[in-house]
């Protein structure tokens, strides 16, 4: 297991890394009334947000290492959380020079790892911060995703983003730090867990994936370690302790994870993913791609209406914008969009990118009976039309089609190679409360959420717990799961989830978390500081499952204000990030170093050969003060710095 | 005056300052120059731009300071206090979602602070001088002194981690009045109620020493009563009447530290909600439990006054 | 003294005869505060200070606070624009400094011992000389607070205690609206609104910490300004502003002393539990109570662990022993001055 890996490998590494750094005199940094001296030859400042303690400690471990180079004067300045999103997405910040770090969770798409980085279009949103405006870049982004040869070569793809992975090696925009390791603790009454990458579906993953052969189910009277599907009990009760409160039971308008993994109890989409990101056919009892069409947004052009834009900038319009004419500068005052109704119109014509079928399961009961029909899907997507959901909705999809009861078409808007994973990213609503306003879909505003999913919303006291009772009528279960095409697992794998009741309790406190599990009040969480999570490894009495995820950090330098447009410099601070130690001595072994920017999950579409890769990257990522230090002589002597 | 006109005009004289108090709650809001609806709301990330414009629109940003006072005032004594930007409810149902939590550990506090308090306040004044004397002033003087927050780490880590003794969690699924719960609250009510307990017995035991040196004590002793009977039934009254007088102004002390304890020990009160709207930037739901914390600490005070004027006999009226 | 006199200093509240709850003190029969010695303003210093020096408690109060300032300062150098002001460093290494980057031998969460005196923090630095470093904070902040608070509500208390009237109505109705907010959820939102730091800090507290003071001196003022020496003064023609402060405010001065020295601690505690609350100083400074935020997941160890309990304890401890050192002075003073029993029960919360 990764875990394993993890202390095999960091003994060793550790002391080599500390040895580099060596001995050197006194170091200061901001927030401490400072004392700096001022003569390094450059100054940088590091921001951050105050309220993640690691990330704090990891800038300050970065501070503490451009310090004790000698060339570097630091300063660390921190923000509250909101006022530092609203900082560092501000355009403008861009031009004050200074070096953010923020945290992304990237997903099994390999652009989630250098798209949202370095394109000039995410400049200003999420998380191009200091505003990479690199057209060669991005147009290598573009190249891997978007177009007709790698949608059909995969392999076409993964050399392309070979290629993206060199060059910012290169240009090193952006220093990713490590690859977060996501861990869950439970108490060995439970069985049968094992974890998922993306953290708000750890729990109804865990439950039951037949994708993995993954099922979880309580017993008192023996250790995890000893039982094995054969030993399966039905019932019980799993007691969950959830971090944060969730703020919303309505799938297209949240965004937090909380939210999301209240919500993916009961809510089911048409596809489901394994563990590696394969994906697999759920909702949908088959889907098949139908068309490409070698097109790009330009084509759309004659279905266009011009509106005018807001003083904002934005178009003033109520419709959802699926495309905006990409030539048209809100400056002048107005631009063309693309509207749903015309995008059927696009699509009567038979313009689009690619057509997916998907057949729809028949006998799918929602919780209130309805059962599922090609209408459904539907009505979920103009429910997610200007929804909180609404960008990364229709970044890619174009229109959604009933073709039959059961038949429904999902269209995307340009070949795109993950248009297969991200179109029928929809949480399908039942007809009952596919018109309920946004927000409106939460048992605090009267709606319980009706799902077509494992288990029945039952009752939640704000900001206390969320209780959710196995759906008796679960379409699996009525199935039978070896009905499932696809599943070829051992036969006694059960036909659903055989856990009874789910209570999420909801204790925003770490350690109050922790000693919870401890005291026998709730039997599994997720989120314990890293200084907490190698005592419950090594007790009998506690088991951890962990996994690398999606979620990484990073810095970002400001390569439009001197001297960083420079890339040596870059490339030389780049040297000085102690990945190392920050995984060690931070994290305390919970994390992987980035030595490439792309981690395990992201491989399989991101690269042709991770090791080779890692073998030609690494050199780039290790830290290396002396490397860094003719790098900085260099640029010091052609800038005239001293 | 009678009773009831003094009465009357006790309650009409906290008109005034629950205007003052609704000015400063909108004036902390405003205290930075420039829109408060940038400063504070422009950075939560769930403002759309319509909730914004719909805000200005509310407040009038445009208008002067003093009309836009109006226009929240407005909305607020027809019991509008707005909504949470996050989930979109009403600070109101917030308020009255949190507000019987935080009583109950008010209440705990209290009670804890007065059990404590009166025994050990009569007993040091009693043993005036002597080492008992000295080591209940210490206690209460180390009582005042020492950090509610460190205290209730401290009692979790003895009581609910290391004794398991209690939960750590508080019981979310019974009401406040079940047994588990009261249970639950008593590490929070004595952490809360500690700083009440010792200011509560310094008061008792210097007003207690004052009563004993009394006329009337002397004369009760002379006549032969036993001690017993004089500080239970005489001195005990009479000092009494000062607790209740500092009653009010620990309230406001057990309000605040109602915040800080509410959050060591999880528990779900409007003081760990004022703190979650503050780093949620839930300006509406900030300015309202200001409000809200100010009018009931008036409350508190003019009830205090009233009690007292019925108690004490000897007082005459303004 | 006469009942007239007490009651006539709570304006506008209940009057009470023949018992006053908030005067009641052990009063020694030898006590010379009567309005007759009033003037006397330096005999009576003197025999206060006499008096302060024969109470033991106090003493070691005031050794503690006067220790735990000169540690502080002499934690770190200090440098001011470029020039050394102090140039001592009890610390053995600055505040900041992440100790494992220098010596692979230490780590985080390191157990007290010769060379750490209070162990390890969660990110290795050195716990001794962030607790003695930290005090800077605190304290400082305690006695610009005050300072700050006690000046203004000096000047503010004895305008409307001199003036009276329509003056004092208006400024005492602020006093009380003032006083309907507990001072920690006020100096909360001022935080929130300015942000986190050390002169937000300060402003957080002083902002309305005055009203205390100037409640006090009020009171005392009304008593003050009936005397003969000051209507003497009137008589003779002496300006408003010369009476107020060559007159009033001295005799003023013994409660509002006491009272500082208790509201001291009471800012401290204060700051701290900003601090603690995640709105005081920036995350990793070596304030106490941001400290004690830091750590406060320490606490609930996973099975097999053990509390760090350094990390706790310590700033926890030093916060309590600067508070308490502060109130054994203020009782002290209390009992030199025969000032009458004030302010430490009236914030707190923290």
Known sequence: MVRNTKQSRSEIKRRRVLQGIGAAGAISIAGCLGDSDGDAPFDIQLEVNSDNDDRVQMVELIASSLEESGYFNTEIEDYEWNDYVARVMDPAYAEDGFVPCIGLSGTFNPESFCQALHHSENHGQCCNLNGINDSELDDMLDDARYGVDVVEDPDLRRERYDEIWEYLAEERY?????????????????????????????????????????????????????????????GGTLRIGAAENPDSFDPPYSTDTTSTMAQVFGFEQLLTSDRDGNLYPWLAESYELVETQDIDRLAYEDYMDEVDVDEDGLPDTDEQIIIQHPEDDPADGSVRVLTPAEAADAVDDGVFGMQFRYEIREGVEFHNGEELTAEHVVATVERYENSDLSAQTFDSLLHAREVDEYTVDLYAQVPDAEAERELPGLYIHSLEQADLEGNDLDPREGNDPIGTGPYVFEEIS????????????????ELGVEQIDWFDGPSEFPDGPVIDEIEVEI?????????????????????????DLDGYDESNDYVVRSIEAGGYEYIQYPANVEPWDDDRLRRAVNLLVPRESIVENVLNGWARPAWTDIPELAEENGTVDAAALEDRIRPYNEYDPERAEELLEEVIEDHDLD | MSLRRFILKRILSIIPILFGVSLITFALVHLTPGDPIDQMVGVNPHVTASDEAQLRDRYGLNRPLWEQYGVWMGNVLT?????????????????????????????????????????????????????????????????????????????ILIGA??????????????????????????????????AAAASIMRVMRTS???????????????????????????????????VVTLAATLTASIVAGSVVVEVVFNWPGLGREL????????????MAITLFTGVFIIIANLIADILYAVLDPRIRYD | MTNERTTSTERGRIRISGFDP????????????????????????????????????????????????LLTVFARPIVIMGVTVQPFGLAPHDPGTILYMQDPSISTWDAPSWAHPMGVDGNGRDMFSRVLYGGRYSISIGFVVVALTASFGLIYGAISGYYGGWTDEIMMRVVDTIYAFPGLILALIVIATLGRGYWQLVLAFSLFGWVTYGRLIRGEVLKIKENEYVLAAKALGARDRSIIFRHIAPNAMPPLIVLASLNIGTVVIGVAALGFLGLGMPPGSAEWGTMLDQTRDTLIQPPGGSIPWWATVYPGAAIFLFVMAMNMIGDGINDALDAQETGVEQQGGG
């Open chain 1, 174 to 234: 952006s220093s990713i730090t490590h690859f977060d390791l996501d861990a869950a603790v439970m108490n060995t009454d439970v069985h049968g867990f094992s974890m998922f990458p993306f953290s708000e579906s750890i729990f109804s993953y865990g439950l039951f994936s037949p994708q993995d052969e993954q099922v979880m189910w309580m017993d008192e009277d023996a250790h995890p370690d000893d039982t094995d599907l054969s030993d399966l009990q039905e």
């Open chain 1, 462 to 477: 704000d900001e206390q717990y969320v209780e959710y009772s196995r759906n008796e009528n679960y379409w699996v279960t």
């Open chain 1, 507 to 531: 204790v925003p406190d770490n350690s109050t978390r922790s000693a919870a599990l401890q005291s026998d009040e709730i039997d599994i969480t997720y989120g314990l500081t890293t200084d």
């Open chain 2, 79 to 155: 019991g509008d206090f707005g909504q949470v930007y996050s989930n979109g409810r009403d600070v109101s149902a917030v308020i009255m979602m949190r507000l019987p939590e935080t009583i109950a550990l008010g209440i705990f506090g209290w009670v804890f602070g007065l059990a404590i308090a009166i025994p050990t306040g009569i007993y040091a004044a009693v043993k005036k001088g002597q080492l008992a004397d000295d080591a209940s002033r210490f206690i209460a003087l180390s009582g005042i002194s020492i950090p509610n927050f460190w205290l209730g780490l401290m009692l």
């Open chain 2, 161 to 194: 981690v290391t004794l398991s003794l209690w939960p750590v969690l508080p019981p979310s699924r019974q009401p406040l009045y079940h047994p588990y719960m009261l249970w639950y609250l008593v590490l929070p009510g004595i952490t809360i109620g500690t």
């Open chain 2, 208 to 242: 207690m020493a004052e009563e004993l040196n009394k006329e009337y004590v002397t004369a009760a002793r002379a006549k032969g009563l036993p001690e017993q009977t004089v500080i239970l039934k005489h001195v005990l009254r009479n000092s009494l009447i000062s």
């Open chain 2, 275 to 286: 703190i979650n709207a503050i780093n949620g930037r839930e300006i509406n739901l900030i």
């Open chain 3, 22 to 69: 908030e005067r009641v003190t052990e009063r020694e029969p030898l006590s010379g505060w009567t309005e007759e010695t009033g003037g006397e303003t330096q005999s009576r210093w003197k025999r206060a200070f006499t008096r302060f020096k024969r109470n033991r408690t106090a003493l070691i109060g005031l050794s503690v606070v006067g220790l735990l300032t």
